[in-house]
């Protein structure tokens, strides 16, 4: 009876104070932010999302930005998050360190990044999700570093399979690959070297190339298989480099400067496959080599014998010209002559005895001359798409002038896997008479009216492999 008296009271004593406005809380009552209902509704990852947005329930903060510069940021994190997602994090959080003991509105100072980096970075933590590199390479490295620094396994891994999303230009692929080598990965480093070497001669003729390490330029000058027109381009290049390393306050650059630069890379460079005329004409008009180097080298060329070399230079006299890296296997496909330009796709099986990287394809037209349709080619493994890559430009029947199609990134293909390539029409519209069409691709948003001409309706095109072996 006491008991039923006391529950009563307590009831009413509830009552009273919510009467009040006194709202007190109980141990079954939800924290306030997600209702349990909406979260029934959607998926976890979305609620831990929100307890980043929302800045619910938090037990630490960041003080994030460069105090100097004005921008910063505090955001309002989770321990056991971060902790899970980072063996670092976990230390410093959890271990015995100042952060651990400090209060949750008692910010930890992050002033290394800047507060955008750190929210995308965040946001990428917390859902588990993709990330949004906003088509911004530089910003994938950053994070690519952040992550890699405090071992944020997920982020570092998303960060890095987006970077070989990005078409490789010369300064994207030079900076992911001295970023991948730095951080020791090596699957990926090696990747993009066989990008950087097939696109070397485009690199050395641009900005890139002076702002590669003396590491990258080893790397460089130690591979066998190059595209370059002739190793003298590699020489006057690295010059090119030695001078940029040299120039300091724009003050003039002796060639002694730029020899100390160069010396221990210039022995690299194989003298020995070039002619006494190509060796004269192109690496003797400075004084970067020594007298006596020269006249050792031009010797040994004259004579053929590579022992005269001077000491410590390469003596290989095989060249490493490999325009292309272009293979013998040829693949053809028939347009229909119908000209039914629905779903008109053909489609080409093949196996390699190596692994090799495919970088691209080399397409000319086999019969009816110029050819100018669209075509999307694709390769798959075992129905899964590993890239594309669109001919857009006319192709000719010389053999000797192919048109190159490089595909976004290179492509590991393994020794004695079955491979496809694809090759389809682009999507095409009939516009008004017949053979007017409008030629729409993904890359070029704009449509042009042509005429499909008889030829190109019944037209066969050829194709090389442009392949690179795995070392």
């Known amino acids: 009876m006491?008991?039923?008296?006391?529950?009563?009271?307590?009831?009413?004593?509830?009552?009273?104070?919510?009467d009040a406005g006194e709202k007190k809380p109980s141990k079954n009552q939800p924290t306030p932010g997600i209702e349990p209902k909406e979260c029934a509704k959607i998926p976890w990852a979305d609620c831990i999302m929100q307890l980043l947005v929302n800045e619910e329930m938090y037990d630490c903060s960041f003080l994030v930005g460069d105090p100097k510069n004005g921008k910063t940021k505090v955001f309002k994190l989770h321990r056991v998050i971060l902790g899970m997602s980072s063996p670092a994090f976990k230390s410093m959080l959890f271990g015995n360190f100042a952060e651990a003991s400090k209060s949750r509105d008692d910010p930890i100072v992050f002033a290394h990044i800047e507060p955008d980096v750190f929210d995308t970075a965040m946001r990428c933590i917390y859902s588990k999700g993709e990330l949004d590199l906003k088509d911004d390479f530089k910003l994938a490295i950053i994070i690519c570093t952040f992550a890699n620094k405090w071992q944020f396994n997920y982020l570092y891994e998303t960060a890095a399979s987006a970077c070989l999303k990005f078409k490789l230009s010369p300064e994207i692929v030079c900076a992911f690959y001295e970023m991948f080598k730095l951080f020791g990965n090596k699957e990926r480093s090696e990747l993009l070297f066989v990008a950087i070497k097939y696109q070397l001669h485009e690199i050395m003729h641009s900005a890139s190339w002076l702002s590669l390490s003396e590491a990258s330029i080893k790397d460089i000058l130690l591979a066998d298989r190059l595209n370059i027109v002739g190793e003298y381009k590699l020489y006057e290049a690295l010059v090119k480099w030695g001078m940029h390393q040299a120039r300091d306050n724009f003050t003039k650059v002796s060639c002694a400067m730029i020899r100390s630069k160069i010396m221990s890379l210039v022995p690299l460079i194989r003298f020995c496959s070039m002619s006494p005329k190509m060796f004269v004409a192109h690496c003797t008009r400075t004084d970067i080599l020594t007298e006596q180097h020269q006249l050792k080298i031009l010797r040994s060329l004259v004579c053929g014998k590579s022992s005269v070399m001077p000491k410590g230079f390469c003596k290989k006299k095989d060249s490493r010209e490999v325009p292309g890296f272009l293979e013998d296997q040829v693949n053809i496909f028939f347009f229909d002559e119908t000209k039914n330009?629905?779903?008109?796709?053909?489609?080409?099986?093949?196996?390699?005895?190596e692994d090799h990287y495919l970088l691209g394809l080399a397409v000319y037209s086999v019969e009816s001359g110029n050819i100018s349709t669209g075509v999307a080619f694709t390769v798959k493994c075992r129905e899964e798409i590993l890239s594309v890559s669109y001919l857009t430009t006319s192709v000719t029947d010389d053999k000797q002038r192919k048109t190159p199609i490089n595909f976004p990134q290179p492509i590991l293909l393994k020794a004695n896997q079955e491979y496809d390539i694809s090759a389809r029409l682009l999507k095409m519209k009939k516009i008004e008479e017949d053979h007017v069409y409008c030629i729409c691709t993904e890359e070029h948003q704009k449509c042009e009216e042509r005429v499909l001409s008889e030829d190109e309706s019944k037209s066969v095109l050829g194709y090389q492999l442009i392949l690179e072996t795995v070392e």
Request: glycine residues 6%; aromatic residues 4%; without cysteine.
């Open 2 to 18: 006491a008991e039923d008296n006391a529950g009563a009271a307590l009831i009413n004593s509830e009552e009273s104070s919510q």
């Open 341 to 353: 330009l629905e779903n008109l796709e053909s489609q080409k099986g093949f196996t390699l005895n």
